[in-house]
Antibody, heavy 122, light 111 residues
Framework: EVQLVESGGGLVQPGGSLRLSCAASGFTFSSYGMNWVRQAPGKGLEWVSYIRSTSGPIYYADSVKGRFTISRDNAKNSLYLQMNSLRVEDTAVYYC???????????????WGQGTMVTVSS | NFMLTQPHSVSESPGKTVTISCTGSSGSIASNYVQWYQQRPGSAPTIVIYEDNQRPSGVPDRFSGSIDSSSNSASLTISGLKTEDEADYYCQSYDSSNHVVFGGGTQLTVL
């Protein structure tokens, strides 16, 4: 079964750090671009970051650029999001999502994890 | 910055047809493919339309997508509405920097 499972969420104080992980299974992880998408409580979806399958461009939303770092370990079938200098407005459910096609073409996300909640509060 | 605008909410009766719009703020919405996602309460989103008008396997043919270049908008149409279609729907595309852009989401009520 094709699956993505996020972990690492929790409660953190403003200014703190957290590292999210996304474990992939059931497909050739190294072939696909991967994304992080977040959703604040009661709000819509917000794309956070993208990393290509191997070497290549990494993109960030302006709201997290300079604070968040996306990475992957293809040998471990895992995607990561290192979040530093966290703000109250970063509070959200964080989803990892797979690009729909392995070619890198921009045609959406077909597999999503169940999400992990990050709460930034004092 | 490129933005996608959706109506906050729509409602329709079971068995009827509803259309949700997604309007691009600048440039041509036809420049990049538009996808649509369904999100039921407490669940992750699932893709229902990709590449403007293609349905993934398993998505009923009651769901269809289209692009109208004259209004710079995309549309998701759901026919033969069922109560199970009640959910939030998001359009998604890309800006000129290849960054992902989501619409604000539309809450569909089937009553």
């Amino acid at each position: 079964e094709v699956q993505l499972v996020e972990s690492g969420g929790g409660l953190v104080q403003p200014g703190g750090s957290l590292r999210l992980s996304c474990a992939a299974s059931g497909f050739t992880f190294s072939s696909y671009g991967m994304n992080w998408v977040r959703q604040a409580p009661g709000k819509g979806l917000e794309w956070v970051s993208y990393i290509r399958s191997t070497s290549g461009p990494i993109y960030y939303a302006d709201s997290v650029k300079g604070r968040f770092t996306i990475s992957r370990d293809n040998a471990k079938n895992s995607l990561y999001l290192q979040m530093n200098s966290l703000r109250v407005e970063d509070t959200a459910v964080y989803y990892c999502a797979r690009d729909r096609v392995p070619t890198g073409d921009s045609v959406g996300f077909d597999i999503w994890g169940q999400g992990t909640m990050v709460t930034v509060s004092s | 910055n490129f933005m996608l605008t959706q109506p906050h909410s729509v409602s329709e009766s079971p068995g009827k047809t509803v259309t949700i719009s997604c309007t691009g703020s600048s440039g041509s919405i036809a420049s990049n493919y538009v996808q649509w996602y369904q999100q039921r309460p407490g669940s992750a989103p699932t893709i229902v339309i990709y590449e403007d008008n293609q349905r993934p396997s398993g998505v009923p043919d009651r769901f269809s997508g289209s692009i109208d270049s004259s209004s710079n908008s995309a549309s998701l149409t759901i026919s033969g509405l069922k109560t199970e279609d009640e959910a939030d729907y998001y359009c998604q595309s890309y800006d000129s920097s290849n960054h992902v852009v989501f619409g604000g989401g539309t809450q569909l009520t089937v009553l």
